[in-house]
């Protein structure tokens, strides 16, 4: 089955404890992202990458680091949470534009975060 | 970034009634999407329209892709349970990028 898996699904931690959130898409597909979602304010991109090895700031990626060693991988990474970063987050992905019109994002089930 | 402005931020609704929900931007897109989400999930695509005027249905789901290419709309028509969440419209530019609106929560009553 085509998706985007996230974990973990829910994650208590406190300031300052580095954490990982894992993202892994089994549809070869080049382009990932992340994004927060905060009641009010929809859905706001964190970091994207456009294909492997190559990463880029969205709207709001401070605090937040990734990487992409590999095409099914993308790991959201909070070296020193703070509580301003309890949030619901979401990792998607989607084949390049031009490759086909039909390259909406294809969304994982969320990772509920929460730092006191 | 570029800014969508959705509306309305919330229904409560009859069942067997008319939804109409619309997104407006001062940017232009080259797509734009409607995605809902449930509870516990992630956004799940509804509709994709690729084209200025494009007009396109999926069941009892309308939505339009405005001509001027800052706006779209959201209709679903006679409304069930099930059609309960939070709907949300996206502009997608060349790159993959995507900005996405507040999000319409929809709640409809039996």
């Known amino acids: 089955e085509a998706q985007v898996t996230q974990n973990p699904r829910y994650l208590i931690t406190v300031t300052g404890k580095k954490l990982t959130v894992t993202c892994s898409q089994n549809?070869?597909?080049?382009?990932m992202s992340w994004y927060r979602q905060d009641p009010g304010l929809g859905l706001r991109q964190i970091y994207y990458?456009?294909?492997?090895?190559?990463?880029d700031k969205g709207d709001v990626p401070e605090g937040y680091k990734v990487s992409r060693k590999e095409k099914r991988n993308f790991p959201l990474i909070l070296e020193s949470p703070s509580p301003n970063q309890t949030s619901l987050y979401f990792c998607?992905?989607?084949?390049?534009?031009?490759?086909?019109?039909?390259?909406?994002?294809?969304f994982g089930n969320g990772t509920r975060l929460t730092v006191t | 970034g570029q800014q969508l402005n959705q509306s309305p931020q919330s229904m409560f609704i009859q069942e067997g009634e008319d939804v109409s929900m619309n997104c407006t931007s001062s940017?232009?897109?080259?797509?734009w999407l409607w995605y809902k989400q449930e509870p516990g999930e992630g956004p799940v695509l509804l509709i994709a329209?690729?084209?200025?005027?494009e007009l396109t249905s999926n069941g009892r789901l309308t939505a339009q892709f405005g001509i001027t290419r800052k706006d779209s709309f959201l209709n679903i028509s006679a409304s069930i349970p099930s059609d309960v969440g939070i709907y949300f419209c996206?502009?997608?530019?060349?790159?993959?990028?995507?900005?996405f609106g507040a999000g319409t929560r929809l709640t409809v009553k039996p």
């Open positions: 998607a992905s989607s084949p390049p534009r031009g490759v086909s019109y039909n390259s909406p994002l294809h």
């Open positions: 549809m070869n597909h080049e382009y």
């Open positions: 990458s456009m294909n492997v090895e190559v990463t």
């Open positions: 940017s232009i897109f080259n797509t």
């Open positions: 329209l690729y084209k200025a005027g």
């Open positions: 996206a502009g997608q530019l060349r790159n993959n990028d995507m900005r």
